[in-house]
């Protein structure tokens, strides 16, 4: 008999979680036991011994606080600055990324659109780093990606995961920088009509059928001349006018009338402006036009997010038709190829 060792090497990211949360405090359960966790200061007092830093390396626990609750895979380290935990989550690139795919992706969404999500997932994983002078690689938020635990894991993601294992998105043999957003609203958009330093080939136009049962593939939003001039830091606004649309339909440049002069802004920074302020369910997409109605101004509009690379609710679409996540992914970037890596 000869003993064959199997020797697995899983790729494991460390996640930054509850980053917006900033608890002074957790319970952490692991194992069939229960730890409590308080910050004083920098230091991590655990069950009320004061101690440099907690670790738990049993995988899977879960985080009890302000009466939320919230399970992981993978282990658990945390640390203490100025009266608040820091938590990271080791975690396997597997578990993180079913994980990753169920936040982001539409729910309901069928095998062929979480496998495309997972693609992109896993590509971004590799071309982004914004936390390079942190201790982890990544935040918890959609300034990374979207992760919340086991609560977003589900079989059809880790499926989805598990399928799509090692491959990325690549052009010209190497990774794309890749995008994604929620609803088009009926094309996508040229990545330089949001961005205009960004010309990558892949990142253009492209008709977008597939996304018509989206509940934000129209809409309208009512804003009142004052609340518009708030938004913006501006003392009035007298007048609002596109005056130049991009190929793709977007807004490339508003004409705003300020006391009696006037300002001329980018389509995309406007949005931004006023999502920053209002809120990021008022002003969907770059995608409108604009009408004024006594003291108010009323746009009317397409799709919900940037509308740059995949259109979430179109590939939702596009799997609904039996098309396959290589599919989905060649509509969305053109000319670009699915590989091992
Ligand atoms: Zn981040």
Redesign the pocket.
Known sequence: MVAVELIVFLFAVSVNILSSYHPASVTVTAGGREDTLTAYGNQVFVNRKAMERYENSISGFSLRWDSKVRSYAGSLEVMAEDGELVLVNEVTEGDYLASVVGAEMVPGAKIPALAAQAVLCRTFMETAS??QNEAWD??D?T??QSYKGLETTTSATSQAVNETEGLYLMYNGELCEVYYHSTSGGKTADASSIWPDMNHPYLISVPDPYCKASPHCRWEYVVSAEELAQALGFPNVKDLRVVEYATDGRAEFIAIKVNEEGLLMGGWEFRMEVCQALGWNTLRSSWFEVERDAGSFLFKGKGLGHGVGLSQWGAKGMADEGKTFTEILAHYFPGAEVKKW
Do not use: K
């Open positions: 914004r936390h990544f935040c938020l300034h990374c």
